[in-house]
């Protein structure tokens, strides 16, 4: 590695040795003033961001010292756990056992996910709880915004690794799918949370006194997502491999 300045066509992958080796992507960003190392939870991959003016010698070096917080983070993270027939998947905060099914969708009845045998558990799996999720989230969202006297934009769903929801300033929403694996209050106060971005786009004092009178117990709500959301990122919903022959 050189010390000259990272540069912004290429990109770096460095590896610290040991057992077992780490790969740790060094990423580039022209936001970036200080560098910031990001170990996610929900697939072990590390992240070192830097500065443009940074080099790699430096960043490095600056890798080097946290290696023993790195390894900590990767040790800790929960198991990545294939969703499939078999298993169990919470919704609602409540574990559900995933059982064989007929026809082509996965269905929730009765407290149990049914899914037809075969490559797509998961994906249809996956698909089942996000329209479950649109179902809540649309409801939560409306409540709060009106709750405010405030209109609201789109609601979409994604899977972010880093966040479970944001606001755009046109007053859009985005949420993680995957709240509908949380408590139901849980869900609720993401939402309450995004919604009071709709009257304070920022995380200022009046920002949370806003979210208070959404949810005033959003705190014990927000610390749980803190505590567990990392185990409902672990969870993969990923096309089945074909057997090998």
């Avoid at 077992?20 to 992240?47: C, F, H, I, Q």
């Avoid at 919470?90 to 490559?119: M, W």
């Avoid at 999720?133 to 690794?161: F, N």
């Amino acid at each position: 590695m050189t010390g000259d300045p990272v540069s912004k066509s290429r990109s770096l992958t460095h590896v610290l040795p040991g057992d077992p080796p780490v790969e740790v992507a060094l990423r580039r960003s022209a936001r970036a003033t200080r560098y910031s190392l990001r170990v996610s939870r929900a697939d072990g991959r590390v992240s070192l961001s830097l500065p443009l003016w940074a080099s790699e010698a430096e960043a490095l070096q600056f890798l080097r010292a946290r290696e023993d917080w790195v390894r900590h983070h990767l040790a800790t993270a929960p198991v990545p756990a294939q969703v499939r027939i078999g298993a169990e998947v919470p919704v609602c905060g409540v574990p559900r056992p995933v059982v064989a099914g007929a026809g082509r969708a996965a269905r929730f009845a009765d407290g149990v996910i049914s899914v037809p045998p075969g490559p797509r558990e998961g994906p249809r799996i996956k698909a089942l709880l996000t329209a479950l999720a649109r179902e809540r989230l649309t409801r939560s969202v409306a409540a709060h915004a009106a709750a405010l006297g405030r209109g609201h934009g789109q609601i979409t769903l994604r899977d972010p690794k880093s966040r479970w929801g944001s606001c755009s300033s046109r007053g859009d929403l985005m949420f993680s799918w995957r709240l509908i694996m949380a408590p139901p209050a849980v869900l609720d106060y993401v939402a309450a949370h995004e919604v009071a971005h709709l009257v304070e786009m920022n995380h200022s004092d009046a920002f949370w006194r806003v979210c208070a009178r959404l949810r005033p117990d959003f705190r014990e709500h927000r610390d749980w997502l803190r505590r567990h959301g990392a185990e409902l990122q672990a969870l993969r919903f990923d096309l089945a491999e074909a057997d090998p022959c």
